[in-house]
């Protein structure tokens, strides 16, 4: 085995990684406050770099230059995950919540095949191409060769992650969420609206959606089919973390895109999947909670 060849797929595999990392602390912020998971999340993923795309090249269109459309686009299409993930928490979650079912899971599978459907028929069913700015010519970085474009990957991860957790801590709003987290009924008692905070979460949820939509699809392209590709993986490092640790989703992610990167290399592209199946497999079998979540004890 060559050295230099295990440390090129294992840096490549990772960046990849924290993609999953962002979809997967997208199910985080809801399960906190809710304790509810939008099973179409990869849809949000999906739907939102659709219409990224089309606000791209609609400024194409007008006269911008790629770089000024590229930043003109990002707000955009966080505004519009942000959007989208409020519509799935007041049409698919809500009333489940209200009523004390199940029902959402149920209703945010059905909401994330109604928004496949819909971009199939507005966009089509063809992968297409998602110019960036960004270089994608490789630089030599401690020995392996990395692009811009995987290397913004890492820093928009890390980014959206931070600013988050930096309104969690520091603003108003942030403390009603951290504090619904901890105990939703104690939170109402002292006058924080439950539900307005589940919508914050669902709307942070899906500006995270659509963060991760933005920064994939330059390097996958965009097509109807991307959500699929993401959402499993995605699920599996939320799991085998933990649905409480940002710091675990990042590292479970991380190793997760370079084992995958590795397996894909030495054993075939056909055994691609098989890292993430094995580490759910393990951390539902061993770990339920999860490697770096904590196990609940309930008084009866």
């Not at 085995?1 to 199910?27: D, K």
């Not at 770099?49 to 966080?78: D, E, I, K, Q, R």
């Not at 079912?101 to 496949?116: M, T, V």
């Not at 063809?126 to 290397?151: A, K, M, N, Q, Y």
């Amino acid at each position: 085995m060559n050295p230099s060849i295990i440390g090129q797929m294992t840096v490549s595999g990772a960046l990849m990684g924290l993609v999953y990392a962002l979809i997967a602390y997208g199910f985080q912020l809801t399960y906190a406050t809710s304790k509810s998971i939008n099973f179409g999340q990869g849809e949000l993923v999906m739907v939102s770099a659709f219409f990224s795309l089309t606000l791209m090249n609609f400024g194409l269109a007008h006269g911008l230059s790629l770089g000024w459309a590229y930043g003109l686009m990002v707000p955009g299409g966080l505004i519009f995950g942000a959007l989208l993930g409020l519509f799935v928490e007041r049409a698919g979650v809500r009333l489940a919540l209200e009523q004390k079912s199940e029902g959402w899971i149920l209703l945010s599978i059905i909401l994330g095949l109604f928004l496949f459907s819909t971009a199939e028929n507005i966009w089509g069913r063809d992968d297409r191409p998602f110019p960036s700015p960004i270089s994608s010519d490789p630089i030599h970085v401690l020995g392996v060769d990395v692009t811009r474009v995987e290397l913004s990957v890492a820093v928009g991860v890390f980014a959206i992650m931070g600013l988050i957790e930096l309104f969690k801590r520091r603003t108003l709003l942030g403390k009603a969420f951290e504090a619904v987290s901890a105990d939703r009924d104690a939170a109402e008692f002292m006058g924080i609206s439950a539900t307005r905070t589940v919508m914050l979460s669902y709307g942070l949820s899906g500006a995270v959606a659509a963060v991760a939509g933005i920064l994939v699809a330059p390097i996958t392209t965009v097509g109807p089919t991307m959500a699929s590709a993401l959402i499993l993986k995605a699920f599996s490092v939320a799991v085998v973390a933990g649905l409480d640790s940002g710091f675990g989703v990042v590292l479970i992610g991380m190793c997760l895109g370079a084992l995958e990167s590795l397996a894909s290399f030495y054993l075939g592209s056909g055994w691609r999947e098989a890292p993430g199946l094995v580490l759910l497999i393990l951390a539902l079998a061993l770990r339920p909670a999860g490697v770096f979540g904590k196990a609940l004890i309930r008084k009866v």
